[in-house]
């Protein structure tokens, strides 16, 4: 029975995990099948016995007993098991040689799953003990396949379908899912070692994955994190909970002490679909198979932006022009850790093994790195100035919005409410910046008003701001995409990533089907109108609603501007301005969105963006304020305290 | 009927002022007359820019930019949504058209 077995054309694994003992013909069994996948969990041991049968009795067709056909390489090493026939954990198993795959509890459901789906396409590479000790030889050697574009030990690519795991998240899968995670009101569990809502407590497996990574948090931050301030006491404000008023809670804390934690916007067990292809169907609980690899380069795109600002900003506490501001500056840096964290609870919870490795790479690029920079390209401009930063968290920090916010309306579910609750902690993001550039701006109104020149006094002129939003507004128009995009189309239609409130049912067809969008396209030296259709244009309707927001910014700066009398106007500049993505990028655009040619727009480059003179100028301006109540001589202090807290509050006790 | 959006604005200022009662009585009301939504959705809106004059409250496709509203002056608001009643015209007008406009604009899309 054996030898037929082992003749046969099918492929056959073994599984040994929970409960399980593999002795005497179970193990002569599994030594007969292609693999053998063994758990090790010290929690739910297993056994892997070396008995009489496995010495000669079963022979296989060949004449040698499966153990030296398995280690034909080391013929001593079968005869040293068979003489010791020792009983073996799954680890010490996997060290002799006789585990083709070693899975931690962690990996188990996900990588069987996902290795013995792709045998067909992609070899898979065994520990290596197995090959340590196997050489060449198996008793079923891996048939040589192709497996261009497939990394060994993966998951397939793209467009490898898996409706098994389709099937069983729309079905079983999405009640129970969401029942564990806090469907519904959720509990907030702020004692555990990473405060959640999602009932880490019950799920062992992704708690230890959890603990393993947060130490490399831990040690990122404080390599590069904000710098020389982890042993200073912020007046912070951390999330408690989920719901209105539960992320407003504020004390003083060191900031490798905040409490990092995982929380989801509680959730609708029946939320439907409401655009794109599956519309009126159950968001999915699961990551569909078919979606995997585009849902996990979403957020890990997503992901990858939060730990980079944080670097680009690790230096600007040396030049804060007040305590407040120092302690905003902090505020937005431990938060935009704790959106890493919920993009990396995502990746280890629903991407197995990938996830894992994605998450711990997040870790591993670094902003500005040359040879391993973040995703995006803003992501790598440096920040070292607050004249940056403001423009950097009003415009930049409003793209993330933006994303969420199509992310918020996301099919599949865990994503939508991780970025919901994400969204209410990125408004304080915008509103800093906002505020900031806001206050710059009056403070050179009132000095222009006074008749002082703000270079004489180390303020920041109008003219010079004005470069500065030049260049981060149209830095983060290019983190839109390109305006005609099949990608786009394709999230959309899954239910990926919606219009920004899609939910809200603003919309005239849900499907994008029946519409075109127009755009503005340069041919030689002008613009020609071109339509696309409407699922390709999802970029583009993103960045319009980006466009409107920003303008509404750039409205309420200047109503401040005319209310102190005086003639300079902010303008936000044309989505066509400066792009290096999409229909624009190679063409040359003035801020107010006018094609010129490249000699133009070389010769006036020194108008519209800030120059290397501007950036000196203003690094010279920035000089640390550290003594409560007082600010820098180019920034108005703020209209009031945060949390209702006196401006000359202490917002940081220095050690 | 056409379903009427109702935005309340959850904006720092706003929210300071109470808008987050506001929207909690508000979506308490119409939970309890109309579950599916089928009349009148209520939600909350990161911002709209009328920071000077909230708490704001809008009323879409009517097109009305409620400010400065008061928990007093949810009844009326209510009516109207209802259908019972006018537009609160003591509460419209506050802030500047192109605060209006950016809203608008959003809501109306033709697509």
New interface residues.
């Given amino acids: 029975m054996l030898r037929r077995y082992e003749l046969t054309s099918k492929s056959f694994f073994a599984l040994v995990d929970q409960g399980s003992a593999f002795g005497g013909l179970f193990l002569e069994l599994a030594l007969a099948g292609d693999r053998i996948y063994a758990l090790d969990d010290p929690d739910a041991e297993v056994r892997v016995a070396v008995g009489p049968l496995s010495d000669g009795r079963l022979p296989m067709s060949n004449g040698l007993t499966r153990l030296e056909s398995r280690f034909l390489a080391d013929p001593d090493h079968a005869r040293r098991l068979m003489k010791e026939q020792p009983v073996l954990t799954a680890a010490e198993a996997d060290e002799q040689g006789l585990v083709t795959f070693l899975l931690e509890d962690i990996d188990w459901d996900d990588d069987v799953r996902t290795r013995s789906r792709s045998a067909p396409r992609c070899r898979p590479t065994p520990s290596p003990a197995w090959r340590r000790a196997c050489g060449t030889a198996g008793p079923r050697p891996a048939r040589a396949r192709s497996s261009a574009g497939c990394r060994p030990g993966r998951t397939g690519s793209s467009r490898d379908p898996t409706p098994p795991a389709r099937r069983r998240c729309r079905a079983t899968g999405s009640l129970s899912r969401l029942a564990s995670t806090g469907g519904g009101m959720s509990t907030v569990d702020l004692e555990a070692k990473i405060p959640n809502n999602v009932g880490l407590r019950d799920n062992k497996r992704l708690l230890r994955a959890l603990e393993k990574w947060q130490p490399a948090f831990l040690d990122w931050w404080r390599e590069l994190g904000p710098s020389d301030f982890n042993a200073d006491q912020v007046y912070l404000r951390t999330a408690v909970g989920v719901g209105?008023?539960g992320w407003a809670h504020f004390d003083y804390v060191k900031m490798p002490d905040y409490r990092w934690g995982i929380f989801l916007a509680d959730g609708d067990p029946l939320r439907k679909i409401h655009f794109g292809d599956n519309l009126g169907e159950v968001c999915w609980q699961e990551v569909p198979g078919e979606f995997r690899n585009r849902l996990r380069r979403l957020i890990v795109t997503q992901g990858d932006t939060e730990p980079a600002s944080v670097e680009q900003q690790r230096m600007l506490g040396h030049t804060a022009p007040s305590l407040a501001d120092l302690r905003s500056l902090f505020q937005v840096n431990v938060e935009e850790g704790r959106h890493l964290w919920a993009m990396v609870y995502l990746l280890h919870t629903y991407f197995g093994a990938d996830g894992r490795d994605e998450a711990d790479a997040m870790l591993e690029r670094h902003s500005g790195d040359p040879d391993s920079p973040r995703i995006l390209e803003a992501f790598n401009e440096p920040i070292d100035t607050w004249l940056d930063f403001f423009c950097f968290t009003t415009f930049t920090d409003r793209d993330g919005?933006y994303q969420l916010a199509a992310l918020a309306e996301s099919a599949f579910d865990p994503l939508a409410r991780s970025t919901q609750f994400m969204?209410n902690e990125e408004?304080?993001h915008m509103?800093t910046g906002e505020n900031g550039v806001g206050r710059v701006l009056h403070r050179t109104a009132e000095l222009t008003r006074e008749g002082t020149d703000p270079r004489t006094v180390g303020a920041l002129p109008f003219d010079l701001v004005q470069r500065y939003i030049n260049f981060w507004a149209s830095r983060s128009m290019d983190l839109f995409g390109g305006e005609d995009s099949t990608n786009a189309a394709e999230s959309f239609a899954a239910g990926l990533k919606g219009?920004?409130?899609e939910g809200?049912?603003?919309?005239?067809?849900p499907k994008?089907l029946n519409?075109q969008?127009k755009i503005g396209v340069p041919e030689g030296d002008r613009l020609v109108e071109r339509e696309i259709p409407?699922r390709r244009a999802m970029n583009a309707?993103l960045l319009d609603?980006y466009v409107?927001?920003c303008?509404?910014?750039v409205?309420?700066w200047n109503?401040d501007l005319e209310r102190m009398e005086v003639d300079f106007r902010v303008a936000l500049p044309d989505k066509r301005f400066n792009r290096n993505q999409g229909v624009y990028a190679d063409h040359s655009f003035t801020p107010a969105g006018e094609l010129v040619s490249r000699e133009e727009w070389e010769r006036r480059l020194a108008e519209w963006l800030p120059s290397q003179e501007d950036r000196d100028y203003v690094k010279a301006c920035m000089k640390p304020v550290h003594e409560p109540g007082k600010y820098a001589n180019w920034i108005a202090p703020h209209s009031q305290g945060v949390n209702e807290t006196p401006l000359d509050f202490e917002y940081v006790k220095f050690h | 009927m056409e379903?009427r959006?109702v935005y309340v604005c959850?904006?720092?200022d706003c929210n300071e002022r109470g808008s987050?009662n506001l929207y909690?009585r508000m979506r308490t009301w119409f939970e309890e007359r109309d579950p599916h939504e089928e009349r009148v959705?209520v939600?909350r809106y990161?911002?709209?820019?009328g920071?000077e004059f909230g708490p704001n409250i809008t009323v879409?496709p009517d097109r009305i930019f409620y400010s400065q509203v008061k928990v007093d002056d949810l009844d009326d608001i209510i009516r109207h949504i209802e259908g019972e009643g006018e537009p609160v015209k003591r509460l419209c007008g506050k802030v500047?058209p192109?605060?209006e406009e950016?809203l608008w604009?959003?809501?109306d899309?033709?697509?």
């Fill in positions: 209105k008023g919005k969204l408004a304080y509103q219009r920004y409130r809200d049912g603003i919309y005239k067809d994008a519409a969008y409407l309707l609603s409107a927001d303008q509404r910014i409205s309420r109503r | 379903t959006l959850d904006g720092g987050s909690h959705k939600r990161p911002c709209f820019g920071c879409w500047k192109d605060v950016f604009q959003m809501l899309s033709p697509y």
